[in-house]
């Protein structure tokens, strides 16, 4: 049996599941999710915690039975603390500045790149490290609109200047041999 799969998803105080056959809704103090997963994983509540059952052994349902459980404690985790990535501007004359809700970056374009966060996300940016930090109560979104804010300068490998994420390391090269 799944060792993800198999521990209960434990439910903080404030936050309230509803789950109606393969559909669960969370609600907590950041937000709201609901999503429909298999029918085939058997998901309730027992003793104030989430358990995911599976009907068999197959490689199918055991494949499903580990990632089932994650999202739903994904989903709680989400709802009562949220979900951040940081990310960091590199590079001489390269900032990032807030303009109302949306990010706008000045990454060495001859215009600068407005980006509109979608309904659950929001953006903080502070000046003085350079640092962006992109939040929300869906880890997946999160992850994705960090993905598409970095691949609008991704880090180069010579100089290291674009926006990479903060525990990210880049690989340098040498650059000309001939150069003295």
Do not use: C, W
Request: net charge positive; glycine share 12%.
């Amino acid at each position: 049996m799944s060792r993800i799969g198999r521990a209960p998803v434990i439910i903080p105080k404030g936050v309230d599941v509803n789950i109606d056959g393969p559909t669960v809704k969370i609600k907590g103090p950041k937000g709201e999710l609901t999503r429909t997963f298999t029918a085939d994983m058997a998901i309730a509540m027992e003793d104030g915690m989430i358990v995911v059952r599976r009907p068999s052994d197959e490689a199918y349902h055991r494949a499903l039975h580990g990632m089932t459980r994650a999202l739903i404690n994904n989903m709680v985790v989400g709802v009562s603390t949220g979900f951040e990535k940081v990310l960091e501007v590199n590079g001489v004359g390269y900032r990032a500045e807030m303009n109302g809700k949306n990010l706008v970056l000045n990454v060495g374009y001859s215009h600068a790149v407005t980006i509109e966060p979608p309904s659950g996300i929001s953006f903080d940016v502070d000046v003085r490290t350079r640092q962006i930090k992109v939040m929300g109560t869906n880890k997946e979104m999160v992850g994705q609109i960090a993905a598409n804010v970095r691949m609008v300068r991704p880090p180069e490998p010579y100089k290291g200047k674009g926006i990479k994420y903060l525990d990210e390391k880049i690989r340098r090269k040498a650059g000309k041999a001939g150069k003295v």
